[in-house]
């Protein structure tokens, strides 16, 4: 099926069911074609929530008054011991975005700390907001290969719409190419479902997602958080939200193919078996939360998240089940790198700008 803006607006209003599932599969064949049959683990450890922006939906902005906190160097090295331990090939460090000098030369520490703790085994993917050139390419010099960043939606009217004044969409968008030019396996993706977020809205993310030749896309439904200025833009229907984000998650692996696609937790909040229906849908990526449990209800982006007692031995065994039941292999040990980043790469002989290859050589 060979897809254009016309084909993805009309598969994006496809209300046939029978139509739908023939898109899952094709996308799932996609899946198998391009980048194998594994899906890979990324264990996430959220290392706090102090944040400095004020993002008009998120849970843990800035002016809300929740218990803030922050993970100890030893709480963090082993959750990442942990994640290492169950085969999981990498892990993400994500938190609320901060730019000050001890939260840069923290993190700096931690990378380098982990890599020692598991014999540079363990890919580290960072998902720490919009930071200066030079913090980024600090980072990837130590350690962290991939980097996730959101652009949240491609409408720059509606990126003001859902953010106060100060947060700045071209600053975002230059943020994405300073990672791409450090050599960094780049994510981004959208919310999916916003207030005022049109069906045009979804296909210009997706043909931006293929514009700027990006590795990684973690999209998920936007959900109300009940302390949100956004909540009293009206109601939600998550049905649609849901349907939308396997749509899209289907759309982008048939439009995309060899990239990394994430089936998130945010899926798994409407459905219990939404991770599951991401992955059946084109996706290939799973990150378990692996936060050491009492700081988790303290990290809550949207309501009702998941797992927030759930022990994260249980999960990585629930996990695996519900996986052999799909028949889909998970990819212990490996880093599970999309294809897409290394073909890209071949472009380019004098490989990224500053590459310390002992940290970023994959098993
Ligand atoms: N609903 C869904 N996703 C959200 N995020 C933040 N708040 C919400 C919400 N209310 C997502 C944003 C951010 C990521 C870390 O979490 O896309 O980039
Ligand atoms: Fe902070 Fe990210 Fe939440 Fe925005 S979405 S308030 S940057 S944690």
């Known amino acids: 099926m060979k897809l254009n803006r016309d084909k993805i607006i009309e598969w994006l209003r496809c209300n046939n069911q029978d139509q739908l599932k023939l898109l899952y599969q094709q996308a799932y064949d996609v899946k198998l074609h391009e980048v194998g049959p594994k899906v890979y683990l990324r264990g996430l450890i959220e290392l706090s929530n102090i944040c400095i922006k004020n993002c008009l939906y998120c849970g843990i902005r800035s002016s809300n008054s929740i218990p803030r906190y922050e993970l100890t160097e030893g709480e963090v090295l082993s959750a990442a011991r942990f994640a290492h331990e169950e085969g999981y090939g990498s ?52 350690g962290a290969h991939r980097y996730l960043l959101r652009i949240e939606t491609t409408n720059q009217e509606l990126y003001q719409r859902i953010h106060p004044d ?94 990394n696609i994430a089936a998130t937790t945010a899926l798994q909040t409407i459905h219990f078996q939404g991770r599951e229906w991401g992955i059946k849908a084109g996706a290939n990526v799973i990150m378990p939360n692996v936060t050491p449990m009492r700081y988790r209800q303290d990290y809550q982006l949207y309501d009702d998240k998941p797992c927030l007692n759930d022990d994260a031995s249980l999960s990585a065994d629930c996990l695996a089940s519900s996986m052999h039941v799909l028949s889909v292999p998970i990819g212990y040990k490996e880093w599970g790198d999309a294809p897409h980043y290394h073909n890209r790469m071949k472009d380019k002989p004098f490989g990224p700008i500053c590459t310390d290859e002992s940290f970023h050589a994959d098993k």
């Open 91 to 142: 892990i993400v460090l994500q938190s609320g975005e901060r730019q000050d000098h001890a939260f840069i030369e923290n993190v700096d520490r931690l990378l380098k700390g982990i890599k020692i703790a598991t014999s540079n085994q363990l890919g580290i993917t960072l998902s720490l907001g919009e930071q200066s050139f030079s913090t980024y390419k600090k980072w990837f010099n130590s």
């Open 166 to 259: 100060g947060h700045d969409f071209d600053q975002r968008k230059s943020c994405l190419k300073d990672l791409k030019k450090i050599g960094y396996q780049v994510g981004t993706g959208v919310m999916i479902g916003l207030p005022w977020q049109t069906v045009d809205d979804l296909v210009n993310d997706l043909l931006y997602y293929d514009d700027q030749d990006i590795d990684m896309i973690g999209m998920g439904p936007y959900l109300p958080h009940r302390q949100s200025p956004l909540q009293g833009a009206g109601p939600v229907d998550l049905n649609r939200n849901f349907e939308w984000t396997l749509k899209m998650i289907a759309l982008s692996r048939i439009f995309l193919r060899d990239v």
